[in-house]
């Protein structure tokens, strides 16, 4: 499962946090996502008597559970297994009640700085860990996928890497070198342009710089 954003909106709609895992041009402005989901959120009510989880929009999935006066929203790819379901909704549950336990007392004040959410950023880091991929260089596009229709509008220079990241899903730099039969530097520059193109994410894992895409 990609995470691409995790936004902490109140119950009046105000969104007073958001961290990106993306480049934030691809994803809707936060203010305006924040006063939409309230408004979508009582409209469903007004009708179902119950409070809407998923909204998916352009494979986005806007994952949404409330904790008293607070929204988390979080930004996932469009979970396809059962387990990703659990694991999302586990991550979520863990995130509303840290955040609650942190800052709920500061929630109740008629005014108040959003300066004093910005430590709550160590602690989404610290419950997605690393069982979730995320983007630490905010540049993955989730419109683009690497599909072999995709990968056959790349320059050719581009393919063996772009279908070592197909079959592999994730791996380091040498990883890909041995899936496309490239050498490094070769692959290097190939990582470098898919990835400024949008195509694919980096992360740390165990020490070790990896890089994922959105398949």
């Given at each position: 499962?990609?995470?691409?954003?995790?936004?902490?909106?109140?119950d009046?709609?105000?969104?007073i946090?958001?961290?990106?895992f993306?480049?934030?041009?691809?994803i809707?402005?936060?203010?305006?996502?924040?006063?939409?989901?309230?408004?979508?959120?009582?409209?469903?009510?007004?009708?179902?008597?119950?409070?809407?989880?998923?909204?998916?929009?352009?494979?986005?999935?806007?994952?949404?559970?409330?904790?008293?006066?607070?929204?988390?929203?979080l930004?996932?790819?469009?979970?396809?297994?059962?387990?990703?379901?659990?694991?999302?909704?586990?991550?979520?549950?863990?995130?509303?009640?840290?955040?609650?336990?942190?800052?709920?007392?500061?929630?109740?004040?008629?005014?108040?700085?959003?300066?004093?959410?910005?430590?709550?950023?160590?602690?989404?880091?610290?419950?997605?860990?690393q069982?979730?991929?995320?983007?630490?260089?905010?540049?993955?596009n989730?419109?683009?996928?690497?599909?072999?229709?995709?990968?056959?509008?790349?320059?050719?220079?581009?393919h063996?890497?772009?279908?070592?990241?197909?079959?592999?899903?994730?791996?380091?730099?040498?990883?890909?070198?041995?899936?496309?039969?490239?050498?490094?530097e070769?692959?290097?520059?190939?990582?470098?342009?898919?990835?400024?193109?949008?195509?694919i994410?980096?992360r740390q894992?165990?020490?070790?710089?990896?890089?994922?895409?959105?398949?």
């Amino acid at each position: 499962m990609i995470v691409y954003a995790c936004h902490i909106i109140t119950d009046d709609g105000r969104t007073i946090f958001t961290e990106y895992f993306m480049d934030s041009r691809n994803i809707p402005d936060a203010i305006l996502l924040g006063g939409f989901l309230t408004a979508f959120q009582a409209m469903f009510y007004s009708i179902a008597q119950s409070e809407i989880t998923t909204i998916t929009i352009e494979g986005f999935a806007y994952n949404i559970k409330t904790f008293g006066l607070v929204r988390i929203c979080l930004v996932t790819d469009i979970p396809s297994t059962a387990e990703e379901k659990r694991q999302k909704d586990a991550i979520i549950q863990k995130l509303g009640l840290r955040f609650v336990k942190e800052y709920g007392s500061f929630l109740t004040l008629f005014d108040f700085s959003l300066n004093i959410f910005i430590p709550f950023k160590n602690i989404i880091y610290e419950v997605l860990g690393q069982d979730v991929l995320i983007d630490q260089s905010q540049r993955i596009n989730p419109i683009k996928k690497l599909t072999t229709a995709e990968i056959f509008s790349l320059p050719t220079r581009i393919h063996a890497t772009a279908l070592a990241m197909i079959s592999i899903s994730e791996g380091t730099t040498r990883d890909i070198a041995i899936e496309s039969r490239k050498n490094l530097e070769t692959t290097k520059k190939n990582i470098t342009y898919l990835q400024r193109q949008g195509f694919i994410g980096v992360r740390q894992v165990k020490g070790k710089k990896t890089h994922f895409c959105s398949l």
